[in-house]
């Protein structure tokens, strides 16, 4: 027996292949979009993919389970409760399946979702790992607040967080204490709100490190799980619906999208998405565009300010910056609504000024101060007193808000959301002096009120 876990770091999100060795039968668990890393590993293995579990429908990316039941001819098994559009097997409590001397056992285990389940692999009678999916991580529990508009089954976060409360108790808790845990995100997802960084546990060690597995009653664990929950990214309802439909291929999604030249006019008024370092961007962009850098979270804030509905250009600073976005979206599914990807920009008619730091310093009370951290952070780890508070997931909604009097400075905790966010004001607010407090702001401390 072999467990393999695949990283995405960018999604902060693991899946997993077990090959039974003896039957050279590999079963996966809440697969990728990508679905070659699981080819390559069962052609090295000389294994064939049998079965494809999901533990819910994702929110947070795209699943290539449909793919790859297509490609190998793989059943898919999921939760009677999911509703999915494609075929497969139910699977939950009472049902289980082997691959060799491995044994696969479904268990309920509503709370992130209505229809997830936790998978338990058994080898020779005994009980050696469980998958949690989005139950139980390490060091925290899913959030419960995901699917009160998306999915076949809804239900209010107050009912599933209470669901929440019993599957740990009642369905994982009892496992033996060395059964090990494999859930489907790390630190970093915003499907839970404190996530360790470690890629597995044991029951266990949860029960002794997880403060929410510590002893709490229903109401308090309720009360405590849905305080200061992580904002919900704008795809996160559109990737639970694709899941549940079952997404098209990848890699002919991904050739489709339209490659422009450079010199290519784009329509006015049209979305840009300018992924170019923010240097590069203020020099000279498209006026309007919107400036998410390529970084290790791109796929996020592109799912978090551009809406499912919208369609958009992408423009990347090389070719193969461009390839890789074009995937990142792919991610999360929003390769079809990529207009055209080009390289450079097609013209430059909008800069932003840079801000002269020291000046700021001297007189803050001179500028409207924009923080577009989240809340708990704006909260907990105060900058500037009298800051406006917009979040950046908010801010093409609400920079009507931002005082227009003196010219508006941005800020984040330390620089890449800001990037995006003066990006985002100074096309709301043209005629507005808007400038990026940047990286700077790491050498700030709680400075007196602005107004």
């Keep these: 027996m072999q467990i393999e876990q695949f990283e995405d770091k960018g999604l902060a999100h693991f899946s997993y292949a077990i090959l039974s060795e003896c039957a050279r039968e590999i079963v996966l668990i809440d697969p990728a979009r990508n679905p070659q890393p699981y080819y390559d590993y069962a052609q090295a293995h000389d294994a064939k993919i049998v079965a494809v579990i999901e533990t819910h429908p994702h929110a947070d990316f795209v699943s290539s389970h449909l793919e790859i039941a297509q490609t190998t001819g793989a059943t898919i098994r999921v939760s009677r ?9 139910g699977f939950g409590d009472g049902d289980s399946f082997t691959s060799g001397k491995l044994t696969f056992r479904a268990l309920n285990t509503p709370g992130h979702s209505p229809d997830s389940i936790s998978i338990v692999l058994s080898r020779a009678g005994r009980d050696v790992a469980v998958f949690t999916g989005d139950t139980l991580f390490i060091g925290d529990v899913g959030r419960p607040d995901l699917r009160e508009t998306a999915g076949n089954l809804t239900a209010r976060r107050e009912e599933l967080a209470g669901q929440l409360y019993h599957s740990l108790r ?14 489907a995100h790390g630190a970093g997802s ?22 929410m597995l510590r002893p709490l009653i229903e109401a308090a664990f309720v009360q405590e799980l849905l305080a200061d929950q992580p904002f ?36 006015a008024g049209v979305l840009i998405v300018d ?8 020099q000279g962009h498209v006026a309007g565009a919107i400036n998410i850098q390529q970084g290790g979270k791109f796929e996020t804030w592109l799912g978090s300010l551009v809406g499912p509905q919208e369609s958009f250009y992408l423009l990347a600073a090389d070719e193969a910056t461009r390839e890789d976005l074009i995937r990142k979206a792919a ?3 929003y390769e079809p609504l990529i207009a055209g990807a080009l390289v450079g920009t097609p013209a430059t008619d909008a800069t932003l000024p840079v801000l002269d730091v020291a000046a700021f310093r001297r007189h803050p009370a001179q500028y409207t101060i924009v923080d577009i951290r989240n809340p708990v952070e704006h909260r907990d780890e105060p900058i500037f007193a009298g800051s406006l508070n917009i979040p950046l997931p908010e801010l093409r909604e609400r920079a009507s808000e931002i005082p227009t009097g003196k010219p508006v400075v941005v800020h984040c905790a330390g620089g890449y959301r800001s990037a995006a966010g003066s990006s985002i004001v100074a096309a709301a607010l043209p005629g507005t002096e808007v400038l990026d407090l940047g990286e700077a702001v790491k050498s700030f401390q709680l400075a007196p009120a602005t107004h």
């Design 81 to 89: 409760l999911l509703g999915a559009d494609y075929p497969h097997v």
């Design 170 to 183: 009642n369905k994982l808790l009892p496992l033996a204490d060395d059964v090990l845990v494999y859930p």
């Design 190 to 211: 915003l499907c839970g709100k404190a996530l360790s960084g470690a890629n597995s546990s044991s029951i266990g060690a949860e029960k002794i490190g997880n403060p």
């Design 232 to 267: 919900i990214p704008k795809y996160f309802g559109y990737d639970v619906v694709l899941n549940k439909t079952g997404a098209p291929a990848y890699a002919p999604g991904v050739q489709q999208v339209k490659r422009l030249a450079p010199s290519t006019a784009l329509p």
């Design 275 to 282: 992924t170019r370092p923010e240097a590069m961007f203020k």
């Design 331 to 333: 991610k999360i599914g």
